[in-house]
Structure formats: C-alpha cells, structure tokens
C-alpha cells in the first residue's frame, strides 16, 4: 500500500498521516520532518535546506528525491508507506513513479486534502498556539508571511502536479473541512474500498 497525501500546508497531511500508519502499520514519509530532522541535526543536507524550508520555498528536487529514494530501501517499507509533503512537483512525481517501477511497485492512491485556504491559516494558528503550550519551539515557517509564502509555493508549483495523476486516474478527493476523525473515515473507507477490490476511480 503505497498513498500518496496531497494537500496544502496545515490540510492536515501529518496528522492523518499518522493515523494511517497506526492503523494500517505501514511507514510514514514527511520529508518535511526529514528535513527539520537534518537541520537539527546540522547535516549537509540540513544546511543546504535551512533558507529554503525556514522560508516557506522548496527544496531542489535532486535533494528530496535523494532522501525519498534512500528511505524506501528501509526495511519498514517494505509493506508499504505513506507518502506526506511529498512529491510537489512534477519532476518528484515522476521520479517517484520510475524508482518504484524499478521495484515492480506503484503508487496506489494519491488523496487529495481539500480545505478551504482561507482555513488553513486558522489551522497553523492553531498549532503554533499547541506548540508553544506544550514549551517547544515553533516551526520557523508558521509565521503569517512565511505560510502566505508556502501558500503561494502550493498553488504555482504543487497543484499543478495534480493533473499527471488524474491522468493515471488515482486522485481521491476527501473534504478536509470535517473534523479530524470525519476526514479520517472518509480516508479509510477508500482504503477499505481498494482491500474488498472495489477499485473505481472517484471523483
Ligand atoms: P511540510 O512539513 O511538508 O509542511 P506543509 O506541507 O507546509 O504542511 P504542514 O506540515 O504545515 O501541514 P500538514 O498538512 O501536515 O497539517 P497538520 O496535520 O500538521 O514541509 C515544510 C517545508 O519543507 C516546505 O515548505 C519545503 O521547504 C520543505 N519540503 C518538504 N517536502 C518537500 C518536497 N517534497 N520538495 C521540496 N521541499 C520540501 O495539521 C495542521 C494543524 O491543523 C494542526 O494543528 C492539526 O492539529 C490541525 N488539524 C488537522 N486536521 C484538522 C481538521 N480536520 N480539523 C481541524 N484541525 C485540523
Ligand atoms: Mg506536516
């Protein structure tokens, strides 16, 4: 089981994310967490991303890339995995689909998150207010102007990915605006839909 989470900054990819892989025991990939793992880490990696990621604005993709193509060798991938914050471009997408060929695997699902945008900043305001009462520190890239920024990186360079994979007819829309528990039963019912065989592609 190989799903691909696609949606706009604080849609709610992690935290559905993570649901799925309790549920399903399969691998979580955020390369966002990866990246902030590296930055806080001060590997080379980490260091070419700081600007970027702290600045709402991608990553190259040979970098992320990289990352994906190297964790997928892990063993607890085996099974399968989630894909969260990644691909968000096309490139990723299609490097994505011809490392997993070379596998004789292929993304089953990619589930698009719909949220209003003018919701999401609501829900970042949200989280940095749970951060800070929990005494960590607040991602650098929930500022008001910074998520403005990755916005923008979403809507110019990430939703255009959207159409090569409706081309392969695998998009699955849910309605992000429900509660953290409606969106995830709606997530379910398409995974149990794909393990009772019932494949048809939604709209
Ligand atoms: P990344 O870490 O992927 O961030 P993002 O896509 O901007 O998304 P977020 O993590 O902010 O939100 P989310 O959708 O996970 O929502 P969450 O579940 O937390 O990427 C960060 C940066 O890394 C990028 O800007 C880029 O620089 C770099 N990067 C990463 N991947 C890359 C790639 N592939 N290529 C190049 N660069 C890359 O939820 C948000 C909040 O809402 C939480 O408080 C949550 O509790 C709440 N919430 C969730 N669901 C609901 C709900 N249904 N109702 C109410 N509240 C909800
Ligand atoms: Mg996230």
New binding site residues.
């Given amino acids: 089981m190989i799903i691909v989470l696609f ?10 994310a993570k649901r799925i892989k309790d549920k399903h025991r399969v691998a979580h990939l ?4 990866m ?2 793992a590296a930055i806080a880490q001060g590997t080379d990696i980490g260091k070419k ?1 700081k600007a ?2 702290d600045g ?4 190259p ?1 040979d970098v ?1 890339i990289g990352i994906i193509a190297e964790r997928i060798e892990s063993e607890d991938c085996a099974k399968g995995f989630i894909l ?6 096309l490139g ?1 997408a299609s490097a994505l689909d011809a490392m997993l060929a070379a596998k004789k695997r292929s993304v089953m699902h990619v589930i698009l ?1 719909d949220v209003d945008q003018s919701r999401l900043t609501k ?2 305001e ?2 940095v207010a ?1 951060t800070l009462a929990r005494g960590e520190p607040v ?1 650098p ?2 500022s008001l102007d910074k998520f403005k920024e ?1 916005l923008k ?2 809507n110019e360079q990430t939703l255009p990915t959207l159409p090569y994979y409706e081309a392969q007819g695998k998009v699955r829309r849910v309605d ?5 528990e ?2 995830g039963a709606q997530i379910d019912a398409i995974l149990s839909d794909e393990k009772s065989g019932k494949m048809g592609a939604r709209p």
Avoid: C, N, W
């Avoid at 955020?30 to 967490?33: E, F, L, N, R, V």
């Avoid at 992000?176 to 953290?180: F, P, R």
């Fill in positions: 949606g706009p900054p604080a849609a709610g990819k992690g935290t559905q955020s390369t966002g967490d990246l902030r991303a970027l990621v709402g604005l991608l990553v993709d992320v969260d914050g990644f691909p968000r471009t990723q998150m829900r970042v949200t989280r749970e991602r890239d929930d990755r990186v979403y992000g605006m429900q509660t953290i409606g969106v």
